[in-house]
């Protein structure tokens, strides 16, 4: 008998820590506000009371009523979008319901179906506006990059610059040489090289004048001991600037040739440049005497002190 009545205890204690068990699992909520987010099967939802997040289960019932009387037609889970206000019940507290129950209006999806169509153009829009800005990101940085190699090529231009002055001043230098050496030199030989109106090519003649001319200039006592000066000259006929750059071409026909073919040293060559219409030879005013002035004046100079020696 006494075991009868343990077991009936026993059995009764079971069932208390049982009913107790579930209890503790979970209360029964309810509750209703508006879905704010949703990230997979979990459900942000905004309440009166605060914040509650309902997880969605494959047995959750989604449904929304039909007609005017209690019969719900159950739906996929997919309606469950922000913006939607809805009723949930389950078990849980009131931080976070495992859902048994879904319910909402079909106005209110329709409601929620309207927010959303409005917030796509914007996600698309702000999505268009960072791809701009990782756009124009890059094109800074390219930028930056491409004014840096422009810095970098100024900075070597600038070498090159200071370099090219360096040998601008030695030429300059030389020149200015050459030039203020005059004065310790007389003249041995003078030749005139002649050219057609508006033409600055040698003639064959001519040619032979030149070559006899250096070659008289090498045979000389040492290579510094002459200086071959070369003087070009035009006419009156044209323009001042265009018989200018005439003048200067005739000089530098004269002077490639004495260089190239004579093998005379460039340090041994003045050139006074372009004369242009300046000291004419004969009058302009004549066919003859404008073929005068259309000339190149070459004049081998000696040292004074190896012409006197001689």
Request: net charge neutral.
């Amino acid at each position: 008998m006494i075991t009868k009545r343990m077991g009936i205890a026993v059995s009764i204690l079971t069932i208390f820590l049982l009913s107790a068990g579930f209890a503790f699992a979970g209360e029964k909520v309810k509750g209703k506000g508006v879905i704010t987010l949703r990230s997979g099967d979990t459900l942000t939802v905004e309440t009166d009371e605060g914040t509650t997040m309902v997880v969605v289960t494959p047995d959750t019932k989604v449904q929304h009523p039909i007609g005017l009387g209690a019969r719900k037609k159950q739906v996929g889970q997919e309606v469950l979008i922000p913006g939607l206000r809805l009723k949930f019940d389950g078990a849980g507290d009131q931080n976070q319901v495992t859902a048994e129950t879904i319910t909402f209006d079909r106005d209110d999806l329709s409601l929620a179906k309207v927010i959303q169509a409005g917030l796509n153009p914007t996600a698309q829009q702000t999505a268009v506006h960072t791809q701009q800005i990782s756009t124009g990101r890059a094109a800074i940085e390219a930028n930056q990059q491409a004014i840096a190699a422009a810095q970098q090529e100024i900075e070597a231009n600038k070498q090159r610059i200071a370099a090219n002055q360096d040998n601008i001043n030695e030429v300059a230098r030389s020149t200015e040489q050459r030039f203020s050496d005059l004065g310790k030199y007389d003249v041995k030989r003078e030749t005139k090289v002649y050219f057609a109106t508006g033409d600055y090519t040698i003639t064959a003649e001519a040619k032979q004048v030149l070559a006899a001319l250096a070659k008289e200039a090498l045979e000389s006592a040492g290579p510094k001991a002459y200086l071959i000066q070369v003087s070009g000259f035009a006419d009156a006929v044209g323009s001042a600037a265009t018989n200018e750059v005439l003048s200067k071409r005739r000089s530098e026909a004269v002077v490639a040739y004495l260089l190239q073919e004579c093998a005379i040293p460039v340090g041994r060559i003045v050139s006074p440049g372009a004369l242009g219409e300046t000291n004419p030879a004969a009058s302009n005013e004549s066919a003859s005497g404008r073929a005068e002035n259309r000339r190149v004046d070459v004049k081998l100079l000696i040292n004074k002190g190896i012409a006197g020696g001689s």
